[in-house]
């Protein structure tokens, strides 16, 4: 199995804050990589596929990056609605792993 | 609108089974790979099986294979989860999934999840 490891698993940051999240598989993926967001209580939400694909009606401020094993997320500018936790996961082969999440929390 | 809605949760006890059913509206359901995803309590997401638009191509997590069975109904728009000698690790909320057409494995679209609790 592909493993997906996240870092960090947590960070707080404040509105209008510029903040990166980087995936890393422990094997070649390609560009297979996806980002996802969840609220509490809530389901996941697209944010990027492919690595850098913005899924349509998600805000610019998100942007993906990365090829191979080493992916980025980043948030240009934190909204006060951004903060949940983020999870990536690469399509590339099944069983489709996803990292353990990096929970984003206000400062 | 798009729209998935699960059913079918509830707590059950250990060895006995759950069938999960995803209500899909607003597309052609028969067009879209499907997917069923879990989250235990506070933890992670889990991939758990997809299933091809036409039903002929299917796919299981090491964890829950032989044990859940995923079909799908495509004349009532509906997907299922058949969960099967069910275990206390199983506890966990279920998602069913939309893939995106032109990007495998990618989920464009969730439901809101039907929590299953396995518990004596």
């Known amino acids: 199995d592909i493993q997906m490891t996240q870092s960090p698993s947590s960070l707080s940051a404040s509105v209008g804050d510029r903040v990166t999240v980087t995936c890393r598989a422990n094997q070649n993926i390609n560009y297979y990589l996806n980002w996802y967001q969840q609220r509490p209580g809530k389901a996941p939400k697209l944010l990027i596929y492919t690595a850098s694909s913005l899924q349509s009606g998600v805000p610019s401020r998100f942007s993906g990056s990365g090829s191979g094993t080493e992916f980025t997320l980043t948030v240009s500018s934190l909204q006060p609605e951004d903060f949940a936790t983020y999870y990536c996961?690469?399509?590339?082969?099944?069983?489709?792993?996803f990292g353990q999440g990096t929970k984003l929390g206000i400062k | 609108q798009v729209q998935l809605v699960e059913s079918g949760g509830g707590l059950v006890t250990p060895g006995g089974s759950l069938r999960l059913t995803c209500a899909a509206s607003?597309?052609?359901?028969?067009?879209?790979?499907m997917s069923w995803i879990r989250q235990a309590p506070g933890k992670g997401l889990e991939w758990l099986s997809y299933?091809?638009?036409?039903?002929?191509?299917?796919h299981y997590a090491d964890s829950v294979e032989g044990r859940f069975f995923i079909s799908r109904d495509n004349a009532k728009n509906s997907l299922y989860l058949q969960m099967n000698s069910l275990r206390p690790e199983d506890t966990a909320m279920y998602y069913c999934?939309?893939?995106?057409?032109?990007?495998?494995?990618?989920?464009?679209?969730w439901g809101q999840g039907t929590l299953a609790t396995v518990s004596s």
């Open positions: 607003g597309f052609k359901f028969s067009d879209y790979y």
């Open positions: 299933i091809s638009s036409s039903g002929g191509t299917i």
């Open positions: 996961q690469q399509s590339f082969s099944p069983p489709y792993t």
């Open positions: 999934a939309r893939e995106l057409p032109v990007v495998p494995s990618t989920y464009d679209y």
